[in-house]
């Protein structure tokens, strides 16, 4: 099968991993990147396209819509993956050349809450999202909302990247629990619903807190009031030398964030590499953060709840800690780039597979989800 890719989200090499690990499974991929050079990376074939505009704001950049063409017709792919909001000039390029020549296409998006559309721009976005056989969204509520405009399209839900595993944390033998909090410290992010939890929590207990924000000034006098102290440890800003410290400090990594009309918690990949080093996760019923953890740690949904859930572990650490171990099984079984790369590729095949043959765009089937899982 070969698939062409187009993506400025994978011009930073870092975020290849899930493309690699297609590649590796016998699949052609070629990767279109806004500007650039020709190369190949592990199996990759990279193909630059010209773009103009603000490179600081590559969503908005104006791909060139000959060299599409050109590049379309020299690789003559199975099926286009494009990963952009369909708002974007990109998906509205790539579609419009793949609808012209009746080449099936997959729209990629990670936006989680409604978007508000102007007359025209509404009218392209439903232009270019009601003949795609496929859509895909980094998780379930984006996949819904994908799936509203596009009825007729095959719709799966499956991360755009995959997540290497890390080493498993030894934690055993320890009576104390260490709770984990990681993120900015803003209101969305819930760090005040953990420390109002924490206050009500009995036993042996400390938090490590890595993370700054606004809401940092206003969390300490929390932290002062609640007399929590000499509990609570501030790491100081999120780096790669904070969360591996905060890694091999904590047994739980609790992400009590909560929703708003203009933001949910659509991606947590500190919470997946949190899990996938055996730390057992505690989140609310915010975004995507339930799908992301399935039954590998308690969902909860308010102060009350958290408390419960932590006084549990904090009486029974070695409950906590077998959480942990299923929260790695279920990252492995679902996140990894592997498995990513088997969901994707599999997605796609259905999609060409349903893909009207004389038209190139629609499914013979209807309206339709399709497991990966």
Known sequence: MRTLVLSHQCSDPANRDRLRAIAALGVEVILALPG????????????????????????????????????????????????????????????????RIRMPYVLSCWRSTPAS????????????????????????????????????????????????????????????????FAGRLVVERGADTLLAALGGTYGQWRV???????EQEALEATVQRLGLAARVRWLGGLGAETTERLWQEID??????????????????????????????IVTRAGALPELVGRAGPVVADEAELAEALQRWVSDPDSCRASGVAARQWVMSRYTSAVVAERTVAFWQAVVEHATPATGAGVTTGAAMFSTT
């Open 36 to 99: 650039g050079t020709t190369g190949s990376d592990a199996g990759i074939r990279l193909v630059p396209v010209p773009v103009r505009g603000n490179s600081a704001a590559p969503e908005t950049l104006r791909w060139h819509v000959p060299t599409l063409r050109r590049v379309l017709a020299e690789v003559s792919p199975a099926l286009v993956h494009i990963e952009a909001e369909p708002e974007t000039p990109l998906a509205a390029a790539a579609a419009a050349v793949c609808k």
């Open 252 to 281: 739980c990594l609790v992400v009590p964030s909560r929703d708003t009309p203009h933001w949910v918690h659509h991606e947590a990949p500190l919470l997946l590499e949190a899990m996938a080093r055996g730390i057992a996760p």
């Open 208 to 214: 490590v807190i890595a993370g700054t924000g606004p």
């Open 117 to 180: 559309f102007g007359l025209l721009t509404g009218r392209r976005v439903n232009g270019l999202l009601r003949p795609a056989p496929g859509v895909m969204g980094g998780n379930r509520l984006a996949m819904d909302l994908l799936h509203q405009r596009a009825p007729q399209a095959l719709a799966a839900a499956i991360p755009s990247t995959g997540l290497v595993l890390g080493p498993l944390q030894a934690r055993e033998g320890r009576r104390e629990l260490t709770i984990g």
